[in-house]
């Protein structure tokens, strides 16, 4: 059975700096695409960064590019998410998933963890 | 971009529902739907428009193509009721959903 268990999460300032993490288990790590996906309290699902099954590729949504890093260990098949430089409207759950993609690069999100709640605040 | 409707849609069970998604752009058959129940995390559903997900049940379907997209319920149980986001899994970066579908019971 796959799990992704994400953890990390908390009250941090405007700013600030948190690191999120995702164990995997049940599947072979290393063979897939993995991603972090947010939603802010009440609003739509909204994806934040992809990194490739060897690590050596990353994207970013716009509204965290240069803040925000995408890292694995696949080791100790292990997600990570290093945000620097938080803000209000970084409020969220963060939802670690497994990518799915295709032969043609089309990604979409086949198992999710249940997510870890971020919030910035002063 | 991504757009759904209704916002929010009220059936009784045993009704069935009829959810859409339009994209801005043609995405292809590349179109993904997502259930989400309150306080859980999504659950693909549905991905290259009409394929089920491992363990979705038949009564979920997906049709469509280019822009135009829709996923139907052809006879609501009461564990349907939930938010449906789509997500076009084509042209990336970004990754974009929808901004969802409420399906409340009547």
């Known amino acids: 059975e796959v799990q992704l268990v994400e953890s990390g999460g908390g009250l941090v300032q405007p700013g600030g700096s948190l690191r999120l993490s995702c164990a995997a288990s049940g599947f072979i790590y290393s063979s897939y695409w993995m991603s972090w996906v947010r939603q802010a309290p009440g609003k739509g699902l909204e994806w934040v960064a992809n990194?490739?099954?060897?690590?050596?590729?990353?994207y970013y949504d716009d509204s965290v590019k240069g803040r925000f890093a995408i890292s694995r260990d696949n080791a100790k098949k292990s997600l990570s998410l290093q945000m620097n430089n938080v803000r209000v409207e970084d409020t969220a759950v963060y939802f670690c998933?497994?990518?799915?993609?295709?032969?043609?690069?089309?990604?979409?999100?086949?198992?999710w963890g249940q997510g870890t709640l971020v919030t910035v605040s002063s | 971009v991504l757009t759904q409707s209704p916002a929010t849609l009220s059936l009784s069970p045993g009704e069935r529902a009829t959810l859409s998604c339009r994209a801005s752009q043609s995405v292809g058959s590349n179109l993904v739907w997502y259930q989400q129940k309150p306080g859980q995390a999504p659950r693909l559903l549905i991905y290259d428009t009409s394929k089920r997900a491992t363990g979705v049940p038949a009564r979920f379907s997906g049709s469509g193509s280019g822009t135009d997209f829709t996923l139907t319920v052809s006879s609501l149980e009461p564990e349907d009721f939930a938010v449906y986001y789509c997500?076009?899994?084509?042209?990336?970066?970004?990754?974009?959903f929808g901004q969802g579908t409420r399906l409340d019971i009547k």
């Open positions: 990194i490739k099954r060897d690590g050596t590729d990353k």
């Open positions: 998933a497994r990518g799915a993609v295709d032969d043609s690069g089309n990604y979409c999100f086949d198992n």
């Open positions: 997500q076009q899994r084509s042209h990336w970066p970004p990754i974009t």
